[in-house]
């Protein structure tokens, strides 16, 4: 049996959630899977999502468990995120999918 474990940690403050915002991403079991596994992004009480994550072509897929909804974070060259189709990003030119991205970048989960 795989033994997969969970990674977590914060995100930098933004302009409407100034502290506490964090992730936490549990790897999937299924190696056959197209899903990398699934990521909780926690903004405030109110604001808690999930989403399943993949990478497919030069973007990180975040497919929402609630209804389906799916964003797209583009990558450059070099694997930095340079846009989001979530309106988030189209509002502040950087959102939390974007954030997540260079964070699960850093710690070696992408």
Same mark, same amino acid.
């Given at each position: 049996?795989?033994?997969?474990?969970?990674?977590?940690?914060?995100?930098?403050?933004?302009?409407?959630?100034?502290?506490?915002?964090?992730?936490?991403?549990?790897p999937?079991?299924?190696?056959? !899977?197209?899903?990398?596994?699934?990521?909780?992004?926690?903004?405030s009480?109110?604001? @808690? &999502?999930?989403y399943?994550? /993949?990478?497919?072509?030069?973007?990180?897929?975040?497919?929402?468990?609630t209804?389906?909804?799916?964003?797209?974070?583009?990558?450059?060259?070099?694997g930095?995120?340079?846009?989001? !189709?979530?309106?988030?990003?189209?509002f502040?030119k950087t959102?939390?999918?974007c954030d @997540? &991205?260079?964070?699960?970048? /850093?710690?070696?989960?992408?």
């Amino acid at each position: 049996m795989l033994c997969v474990l969970p990674v977590a940690g914060s995100l930098p403050a933004s302009k409407t959630h100034k502290a506490g915002r964090r992730w936490a991403f549990l790897p999937s079991a299924d190696a056959t !899977s197209p899903s990398l596994g699934t990521l909780t992004i926690v903004q405030s009480k109110r604001d @808690t &999502v999930s989403y399943s994550v /993949a990478v497919e072509d030069g973007q990180v897929l975040f497919c929402k468990l609630t209804d389906g909804e799916v964003y797209g974070v583009t990558l450059d060259r070099s694997g930095r995120p340079v846009k989001c !189709s979530c309106p988030g990003f189209c509002f502040q030119k950087t959102c939390k999918h974007c954030d @997540t &991205v260079k964070e699960l970048k /850093a710690d070696g989960v992408l």
